[in-house]
Nanobody, 121 residues
């Protein structure tokens, strides 16, 4: 059984900062890409940032220069440092991981349940 658990969401004022964490646990052989997505009310889920096993990163244009994704492979954890937050960043943030549970198993994407970020005065 694999679990991804996000933490760090909450209420923050515009211009503020927050760091999200997502830890993968359970039977894990190898993790490829890890990422953060978000879904605002009435909108589709969208990619925020992703990071490969070697550290290569990809960001949505709307967060470039403000958000930084990183990972700790020893802890199977991915982070999202969010600075200069805007009200339009308000959303439920989900992490995912493309991982294999056993050496013989194909990679599969697993999702966390999400954490809510509200940016408001």
């Amino acid at each position: 059984q694999v679990q991804l658990v996000e933490s760090g969401g909450g209420l923050v004022q515009p211009g503020g900062s927050l760091r999200l964490s997502c830890a993968a646990s359970g039977s894990i052989f190898s993790i490829n890409t890890m990422g953060w997505y978000r879904q605002a009310p009435g909108k589709q889920r969208e990619l925020v940032a992703a990071i490969g096993s070697g550290g290569s990163t990809n960001y949505a244009d709307s967060v470039k220069g403000r958000f930084t994704i990183s990972r700790d492979n020893a802890k199977n954890t991915v982070y999202l440092q969010m600075n200069s937050l805007k009200p339009e960043d308000t959303a439920v943030y989900y992490c995912n991981a493309d991982l294999s549970r056993f050496y013989w198993e194909s990679y599969k994407v697993y999702w966390g349940k999400g954490t809510l970020l509200t940016v408001s005065p």
